[in-house]
């Protein structure tokens, strides 16, 4: 499925996003505007950034996967 069609699926998830140049991110998907992808990305601290990703940068979009393991890790 091209990733302009998984869009409408993955607004409001933890996404990770290839690059068309081989670099990635991730972050929330928040939706798009002008043909721009907006995601939410931690920066540091308590500090987050919207951040625009023009359509033609993008190869890729993936949702994040569901934890296997429901169980505390200690």
Do not use: H, R
Not at 21 to 31: F, Y
Not at 36 to 55: C, G, R, S, T
Request: aromatic share 14%.
């Amino acid at each position: 499925m091209p990733w302009q069609q998984k869009i409408s699926y993955l607004i409001g998830q933890s996404v990770g996003i290839s690059m068309a140049n081989g670099q990635g991110t991730s972050g929330i998907l928040c939706g798009t505007s002008n043909g721009k992808l907006l995601v939410i990305e931690y920066l540091y601290q308590a500090q987050f950034a919207l951040k625009q990703y023009d359509f033609y940068m993008i190869q890729d979009i993936n949702g994040f996967p569901v934890c296997q393991n429901q169980q505390p890790l200690y």
